[in-house]
């Protein structure tokens, strides 16, 4: 049961319709979430990480599609759905979402109705997937803000977001995310808009829960540090597509990507004597005039005239995936 | 046990703030009063409305005759009283009816956007152009006179401002990422449109049903006044405050005017005082 791998996503490409030119966000990404585990998506702002999230909710924006590629999530039954052919609004679709994947935004500010009282909102979840009396959905909501620690959980199930803080809210939105015991949750950059000590309590809290419920994680966040503590496999991603796939042990300890090597770089220690963060240099090439050939190139200390072309996923160990036609050399001197 | 209590307390506290404008209360005790005096006509005078006593005409307000009688000797309280019933009921029919249609429409053209948006938009445009008060003659005329016709009337004609308010709201509103955030929780689209995103749109809606109802009643009386509401022999406040048509009524019975004038203006007054407080009292951002 471990191993299973409860979503599979096979070549994804999916594409925004931008004054009739197609841009593609996401352009082949593969990778796989195997059950009761967490899968850290790393990479900076524009590489395609919410997009791939979103093009497995099905909830992109009206232009953006799926053009090719597969996105198949076993059930618990064994059942397989590709995802990619369900309709957006369809019922088969409606299910899934909350159900059998759920999902947390980045910013828990916006993300609750400020109309409803947080209980009915907790509540509303649970009973369009299962078939409860309010009394009973209310009573679940306030078991779920009590295991999400929040002080005097039964009393704050009519209060309004806007008596809550950030951290609270955020716990609030796990708790309606959690509330059908979904089999995935994705967590698009779920600490990003709270502040630091606040960040470790929200991450403490969704390990627990990930433990107690065995639910797989899908994590998106730009935090190397947030992974290495949370992920059980990291896949780094830029300008759409993975360029590091691995286990976190493999990929923190011997990052074979530049990308990813001067990602951990710029990650700062406590205690460091340098004056200035290693920085990688360049900036992100436009989406509109996508460089042909490896994208990392331009900025690349090890680029060669091989980068000219799209390099393929070669294996560096067992698990240990990279995206770079130097990787070797990459490894030697990083 | 426990969240019985707290559901309580959120509307305790949304009664409170309510309850904090004075000038809402006051004016909630004056539409009370209206109302249930219309509701309870028969218990508070013993004259017929509609009964004509040729030897009683145009007496002044007394003891026996409150408010006077009228050209044809009938008691102008009671009129006032039965005729309540159903000026209050136009207002509020009209008014509720005109949002009804209108937040449903816009809620749809707005969340889903696309062909039927703008076939909605267009329907509307087209209904707003053309002047209302000839669009209301023209359908009364159609129609005949008559108190459900003038239902049809008020809420054929008066859908589109709620509806393009609605829209407008609710085409922000759409972008909100608690909107996504309930798509991602798998909750329907009907429930989203009239669950989620409606009642962030109300507060206006609210205003705007309270400020239209008042306008319902002034156009009853308007069309009324006419000859095209309701029928004269059916009393409303319009009806009765159709006598100050003729010059020596203005001139010497000012009672037959003054009176329907006032109730007017008092419920006018008090449903716009009331919607302002319940605007207030339900965002609850505030």
Sequence with gaps: MKDDIILQVENLHTGFLVDNVPLEAVSGVSFSLKAGRVLGVVGESGCGKSVTAHSIMQLLPKYGRITEGSITYTRATGEKIEIQKLRRTGNQMRQIRGKEISMIFQDPMSSLNPVYPIGDQIAENIREHEKVTKREALDRARKLLEDLEIPSAAERLGDYPHQFSGGMKQRVMIAIAMACNPRILIADEPTTALDVTIQAQIIALMKKLQREHGTSIMMITHNMGLVAEMADEIAVMYMGRIVEYGSIRQVMKSPAHPYTQGLLKAVPVLGMKKDRLYSIKGSTPSLVDRPAGCEFASRCEYATEACRQVPRAVEVEPGHQVRCWNYKEATDNG | ?286
């Design chain 2, 1 to 286: 046990m426990k969240n019985k209590k707290s559901r309580n307390t959120q509307g305790m506290r949304q009664w409170k703030k309510f309850k904090r404008n004075k000038m809402a209360v006051i004016a909630l005790i004056v539409l009370g009063i209206l109302i249930f005096a219309s509701a309870f006509a028969p218990l508070l005078t013993s004259y017929d409305p509609e009964a004509i006593s040729l030897t009683e005409r145009t007496l002044a307000p007394s003891k026996t005759h409150l408010l006077g009688t009228d050209k044809v000797g009938r008691d102008v309280f009671t009129r006032l009283l039965y005729g309540g019933r159903i000026s209050i009921l136009i207002g509020l029919t009209g008014a509720l009816g005109g949002a009804i249609i209108g937040a449903a429409l816009g809620c749809l053209g707005g969340y889903f956007g696309g062909l039927l948006d703008r076939f909605l938009l267009r329907l509307s445009e087209l209904f707003t152009t053309f002047p209302q008060t000839i669009l209301v003659l023209i359908l009364v005329a159609f129609m005949g006179q008559g108190v459900w016709n003038l239902f049809i009337v008020f809420w054929c004609t008066g859908w589109m401002g709620t509806y393009r308010m609605t829209r407008a709201k609710i085409l922000s509103l759409r972008e909100e990422t608690y909107v996504l955030a309930c798509q991602a929780f798998g909750i329907s689209n009907r429930s989203i449109m009239f669950r989620h995103i409606l009642p962030n749109a109300a507060g206006p809606v609210i205003v705007n049903i309270t400020l239209s109802t008042a306008g319902y009643v002034l156009q009853e009386s308007a069309l009324s006044f006419l000859g095209l509401g309701v029928p004269s022999s059916t009393p409303t406040w319009g009806n009765i405050f159709n006598a100050a048509k003729a010059l020596d009524v203005v001139q010497a019975y000012p009672w037959l005017w003054l009176a329907p004038g006032i109730a007017i203006s008092l419920f006018v007054l008090s449903v716009n005082i009331i919607g302002d407080g319940l605007r207030d009292a339900l965002d609850p951002n505030q």
